[in-house]
């Protein structure tokens, strides 16, 4: 960085600030109040409050955060020294219940001032505003001393961070930077000091910590984590506005910085404000809440703020880091990133919300719109999405996750039943995904719980869905062997779903034998299969050090199966449902004093540990309130009442209006912050979450479960001997051998190159063999029919023909050919 831009200039002050490089960096709470943006797409930036100040910045994109937080710090000078978010106590609003724009009103303990701040976000540019008014008698404030506290973590981390004190204009105020991201903050009446130092060591907390006042003022500190300070005359100006900007470069964040304190405070505010009034509104769905609708209106903006405004259409998970207190830059993902899951129940809930801007900017596609052609966008070459990943496109974890993929589809499905694909083609994009699900279907590497492998009712919900949904287009699109194959597909996994996911042999509840379990994991032989444990048992990897971390997969149990109901697979009266929600009820259900809630599955360790401190690798897993809404989405599938449920959500969200990953479920340990059925230490606010509250209040609203896909139900909820098809098919990939199949059935082989399979079904003495044919991009399949009477077995091999010539597969494969309707399998 030049010291020689023209425009403004060093202020040396103290020289430079001692105890480099500083304590190692942590980011701060994830329970958030809010998250605020500008309606606007020129204004590139987010921010969180909790604690009733500002925490994380987010800029240029919605996963680059900026900071770890900013407060004020409070003293006499002589006697005390006042911490915000620790030291006083605060009032929450929001200015207009149209938009996030966020008023936080505090007052110390001894009532001898209030500070009353107001935030939003320069409706045009990438700064925050933040407005203060100071507010006491005058024998206080006359000696009140005010500091504004800032730690960046610029390019999304605390270490390699560097700031100088300057003079600009006229103005003294500070200036970050590192990699090429430049900060600037200031205040529109000026700093009368400032200082820049290492954190723990020359830090402006540690200074008037110390000596009550600031005594400190270094020029600058590079390269380490830092913070910066700039002292404010109370006695001057009891009210002044805040501006922190970001550019890249210093010249363009000094700049933006000095042109919106350039503008009075309240005409941005106005701005902000009028902007967030053009989103459309969800007041119909008031009637369907219990708190007036307000929990509606918060989660909409939020889902809003989530989007980026560079890649339009990337939503993220959320704008927190779950136990970010704790956390260093060695995890830099937090969950500012983009999971193609949870992006997509963002993108369906603003769809029922009946969320559109066509009608305000002519020719934008819609949000969920935006958000497919965004996946689109991202899609791998062979129809998978990553694990998750950067606004950008870059993965950052690297899982497989079926349902990931299926969802989607699922999404192209419903914009194509609305009529709201405009002049995108949905057909390239949904052939790549669901080929992809066929080769990989049903063993999924990782469930929707990111944890463990194998046949997931909650995978294979979406998986059937996605097949269908794709199965639908493909018809439409004049592609019938294709559609009829996905079908077939679709017909063999719903044939086997209750084989493979369900025990016979439950030791979960003392009156059921029979329910689904969590997963079923791999068998040897199958993809993903873990041979370092012992067969048909799940490893959990979150268990406290010491603790049973290998379970059998009868003795885990989730709400997952659900998903069948969601969707239209299976009937909500299911019998097999039925007893399975029992067993989920006895085992993961919870009390509060809000409502009731549910744990993702017994044994799990994904939450704050038992003593209370965080989760740092393992813990306890706590109830999360997103499963209400499952909940609940069930119930009113069964015609019954679901207003308690959906009080319970409402009144697990916090005074901002957040909801949580998780809530604290046991003892309250008030040493620890945490308290029964209020927000744990883990994400605030779960995005997901928000969109299952607004799914669900469209449900009441509509009397229907929204999410239900009417080819999927037509097809699987209604009595077998009333279906229009049946499943006679067993399908065989080199990756899941089968080792019996009924007689009556066909074999069916399908593979990614085309092919030639020599068989026989009397020892080889009689040798057949048939060519394979393709069925579009899912690849190319054989048939083989085994009749009715056939009795021994089926022995065949494969021949691959391609330019190379002839590639054998090298050894015999021998199906056993068995009497009845059951298939056999690996995993069976």
Known sequence: MSDQNPSYHWLDDDGPAFGSPGLEPRWTSSSKDAVVTAYAASSRVWFTLSHGILNEIYYPTIDRPQTRDMELLF???????????????????????????VRVRATDTRGLYTVTKEFVADPHHPVVLMHVKLEGEDAVLSRLKCYALLAPHLNVGGWGNSARSVDMAGKRCLLAWKDGVSLAMGADCGFTASSCGYVGASDGYQDVAQHLKMDWHFGQAL???????????????????????????????VAQMKQSLASDFGE?????????????????????????????????????????????GAFIASASIPWGASKSDVDLGGYHLVWTRDMVQTATALLECGCTDEALHPGRASTALRALVYLACTQRPDGSFAQNFWIDGTPYWSGIQLDEVAFPIMLAWRLWKMDGLGKFDIVPFVERAASFLVRYAPITQQERWEEAAGYSPSTLAAVISGLICAADIMRARGSEEQAEFLESYADWIEAHLDEWTTTDE????????????????????????????????????????????????????????????????????????????????????????????????????????????????????????????????????????????ITALEQFSSRGGMLPEQVWDTADMPQCGMFRGRPAGSAQPLVWAHSEYLKLLCSVTNRAVMDRISVVERRYAVPKDKRTFANHTEIFQLTRPVTSIPAGHTLRIVD?????????????????????????????????????GQTGSLVFTLCWVDQNGERWLGRNIDVSIVPGITYRTASS
């Open 223 to 253: 390269n380490g984590n830092i913070a910066v300070m700039g002292e404010i005359d109370i006695a001057q100006h009891p009210e002044f506005t805040i501006a922190i900007a970001f550019g890249e470069g210093p010249h363009a964040a």
């Open 506 to 645: 439950g030791v979960l509840h003392p009156q059921i034998k029979r329910h689904y379990m969590r997963i079923r994991p791999p068998a040897p032989g199958e993809p993903f299969h873990n041979n370092d444990i012992p067969v048909g048992s799940v490893q959990i990897n979150n268990r406290e050090p010491g603790e049973k971390s290998v379970f059998e997969a009868r003795e885990i149990i989730d709400a997952g199966f659900l998903e069948l109901v969601r969707y239209g697979i299976r009937r909500a009266d299911d019998p097999l449902i039925v007893d399975s929600l029992k067993v989920v009820d006895y085992c993961l259900k919870s009390e509060s004093p809000y409502g009731p809630c549910w744990r993702r599955y017994n044994h799990d360790g994904y939450g704050e540990r038992k003593d209370g401190g965080p989760y740092e690798g393992w813990g306890q897993g706590r109830s999360w309130p997103l499963l209400a809404g499952e909940r609940a989405h069930y119930e009113l599938a069964a015609g019954r009442d679901v207003k308690p449920l």
């Open 752 to 788: 990614a190159g085309r092919f030639r399979v020599v068989y026989s079904m009397d020892g080889w003495a009689t040798t057949l063999s048939t060519d394979s044919h393709t069925v579009g991009n899912p690849g190319f399949v054989a048939n083989i029919p085994i009749a009715a």
């Open 268 to 312: 941005h505010r106005d701005r902000f404000i009028a902007q967030w009034q053009r989103a459309a509104p969800v007041d119909r769905l008031a009637a369907a809440s219990t708190d007036k609708g307000r929990l509606a209106r918060i989660s909409h903006k939020l889902l809003l703020t989530h989007e980026d405004k560079t890649f339009s």
């Open 75 to 101: 003293s006499d000078g002589e006697t005390f020294f006042h911490e915000e978010k620790r030291d006083l106590e605060y009032d929450f609003e929001y200015m207009d219940p149209a938009a996030p724009a």
